[in-house]
């Protein structure tokens, strides 16, 4: 087959393995719409090419002006994923493109552009780097990836994954015969992994709204939903600002940022206040702490870890009343203020705590001083390991 009809080739086997994992995925599934969004891609993929290398097509663009629309001349796939972006934004969309991007460079394989640079790896092909397999070995593993992730963060892995991939590869590819573009794909590349991490954080506020939703909208709720919210907002625009301090045309990044951050960086995270209100619900409300911790593995109060600390909670919240009355004690003058324990037995003496009393202040001692223990080991232990080092 003639190497110009490669390129065309493998774009319309890539259209249709698009469209089939699609049709497959999408429920339900809008073929019209998704092929809209794969030609627009395209069509900015081609654009994007003409405009990275605009100096040296040019002139040939003025002789010839079909150029412009003939799909052998080059495409960047960096700029495919604006079209799902534009037109169609779902899950099956983007769990489709990365396969579909793989079959694509398999022209630039057949056709032999897209070389690397000089290697002595074995596996180098006439002494280059293969640096279209290795995109499609990225790519299918990005496919895989995808596959079984769920649903709501294809968009952030496709788009961190392919800029990921092209940082990855790029300084193995030598630059076109065209010469290198006005702009590095490894600027463009940046710019989709931080884009994918400002969907992601979106991904993550709207899964916090839902769950809010979904538990009823409980008013107790309420400073953590604000807390993760915020959170999420602050890292969302601080990856939009660092994809604006990073793009290299300055003058772009100066409009973008007039569209996108007019009065500047306003999201500042949660302040200590609100920090402060989720301590206060989480440690004092018992029904907040079992819906943040539903489903997941609850491990036994004498187990390390989390579960001496929450047994150590439980022990502690109890003994609240009693250490409220012993502070009213010394306040009032019916006893003198003294350490630890003392005081505890002083009143008991003196008949203002009970045996009961006594006993869950004691608990809660325990309990604390069980839950803050580190890398604490018995004689016997040390014993033990020392035997087995000598």
């Not at 884009?195 to 400073?223: E, I, M, N, Q």
């Not at 839950?371 to 014993?383: G, K, L, M, N, Y």
Request: hydrophobic share 55%; glycine share 6%.
């Amino acid at each position: 087959m003639n190497a110009a009809l490669l390129q065309p080739v493998a774009l319309c086997a890539a259209f249709w393995t698009a469209l089939f994992l699609y049709a497959r995925r999408a429920r339900p599934p809008q073929p019209l719409r998704f092929a809209c969004a794969l030609a627009l891609g395209a069509a900015l993929a081609h654009a994007g090419w003409l405009l990275l290398h605009a100096p040296a097509v040019w002139p040939a663009i003025r002789a010839r002006p079909g150029l412009l629309i003939d799909p052998s001349l080059g495409f960047c796939v960096l700029f495919a994923p604006l079209g799902l972006l534009l037109l169609e934004r779902s899950a099956a969309a983007f769990a489709s493109l990365p396969l579909a991007l793989a079959v694509a460079r398999l022209g630039c394989l057949a056709a032999g552009c897209c070389h690397g640079t000089p290697t002595a790896m074995p596996w180098a092909v006439a002494g280059l780097h293969p640096s279209a397999l290795y995109e499609i070995a990225g790519l299918l593993a990005l496919h895989g990836l995808v596959s079984r992730a769920e649903a709501r963060f294809a968009a952030p892995l496709v788009l961190g994954g392919i800029g990921a991939l092209r940082l990855l590869i790029d300084p193995l590819r030598v630059a076109p015969p065209l010469g290198a573009p006005i702009v590095p794909p490894a600027a463009i590349a940046a710019a989709w992994l931080a884009l994918a991490a400002v969907l992601a954080w979106s991904y993550l506020a709207s899964a916090t709204l839902k769950r809010f939703h979904d538990d009823g909208s409980p008013a107790a709720d309420l400073p953590i939903l604000r807390f993760a919210c915020e959170t999420c907002f602050e890292r969302a625009e601080l990856a939009l600002d660092g994809i604006l301090r990073n793009l290299p045309t300055r003058a772009t990044a100066a409009a973008l940022r007039v569209l996108t951050l007019s009065f500047g960086r306003r999201e500042r995270g949660p302040d200590d206040r609100l920090g402060g209100e989720v301590a206060r619900v989480v440690l004092d409300d018992a029904s907040v702490r079992e819906r943040l911790t539903a489903g997941i593995y609850q491990p036994s109060p004498d187990e390390l870890g989390l579960g001496r600390l929450d047994a150590a909670l439980a022990d502690a919240q109890a003994a609240l009343p009693v250490e409220a009355k012993l502070r009213r004690a010394v306040r009032d003058g019916l006893l003198a203020h003294a350490p630890g324990d003392a005081l505890a037995r002083a009143a008991h003496l003196a008949g203002l705590l009970s045996n009961d009393d006594l006993a869950l202040l004691r608990d809660a001692d325990r309990a604390r001083d069980e839950a803050i223990q580190v890398d604490a080991f018995s004689p016997e232990e040390f014993s033990r390991a020392r035997s087995r080092t000598t």
